[in-house]
């Protein structure tokens, strides 16, 4: 086992981990985190997105010990009643996934909204090609894309031109 320390949502954790865990991992079983998802176990998918110190990654595919005093933010942390990202309130992206109906069952959703971030801290008005681009690791079976591309656009129009 070997000590590991983190922050998750603004909190800092301290566990003991295999070497093998993985992170998503870590932050379902361990620290009860599951809005993260898992879906493939191989990276294909996307259920498992996260924002490791700032950058979308696919934690079913991260070693836990590659957190080593990073900043790890999940679905979680987006938005919370107090001391989350958006303190009361849904991020602009999760908003716009509702507004535009891009989710359906829901399993995809908390990875899709996590890469749109990643996207659009890349892309503030990312063009068609740029969005399929930055979402073409996450897999949706049940929307058809469309309204996700949809919730994208809106969401950057939201975050460019806040009320």
Same mark, same amino acid.
């Given at each position: 086992?070997? =000590?590991?320390?983190?922050?998750?949502?603004?909190? *800092?954790?301290?566990? #003991?981990?295999? #070497?093998?865990? &993985?992170?998503?991992?870590?932050?379902?079983?361990?620290?009860?985190?599951?809005?993260?998802?898992?879906?493939?176990?191989?990276?294909?998918?996307? %259920?498992?997105?996260?924002?490791?110190?700032?950058?979308?990654?696919? =934690?079913? @595919?991260?070693?836990?010990?590659?957190?080593? $005093?990073?900043?790890?933010? @999940?679905?979680? !942390?987006?938005?919370? /009643?107090? !001391?989350?990202?958006?303190?009361?309130?849904?991020?602009? *992206?999760?908003?716009?996934? =509702?507004?535009?109906? $891009?989710?359906?069952?829901?399993? %995809?959703? /908390? !990875?899709?909204?996590?890469?749109?971030?990643? &996207?659009?801290?890349?892309?503030? #008005? /990312?063009? #068609?090609?740029?969005?399929?681009?930055?979402?073409?690791?996450?897999?949706?079976?049940?929307?058809?894309?469309?309204?996700?591309?949809?919730?994208?656009?809106?969401?950057?129009?939201?975050?460019?031109?806040?009320?």
């Amino acid at each position: 086992m070997t =000590s590991l320390t983190l922050k998750v949502n603004g909190s *800092v954790h301290t566990v #003991d981990v295999e #070497d093998r865990t &993985l992170l998503v991992d870590l932050l379902r079983d361990r620290l009860k985190l599951t809005g993260t998802h898992v879906g493939c176990d191989t990276s294909q998918c996307g %259920c498992c997105t996260v924002h490791l110190d700032g950058i979308a990654l696919k =934690s079913c @595919t991260t070693l836990a010990l590659q957190a080593e $005093g990073a900043e790890v933010v @999940t679905i979680e !942390g987006l938005a919370a /009643p107090a !001391g989350g990202l958006h303190p009361g309130g849904l991020h602009p *992206v999760q908003e716009a996934f =509702s507004a535009c109906h $891009g989710l359906q069952c829901g399993y %995809c959703t /908390p !990875g899709m909204i996590m890469a749109t971030i990643d &996207l659009l801290a890349r892309h503030p #008005d /990312p063009t #068609d090609e740029q969005i399929r681009a930055g979402l073409a690791g996450n897999l949706c079976r049940c929307t058809g894309y469309i309204n996700i591309e949809a919730a994208v656009r809106a969401a950057a129009a939201a975050m460019r031109h806040p009320d």
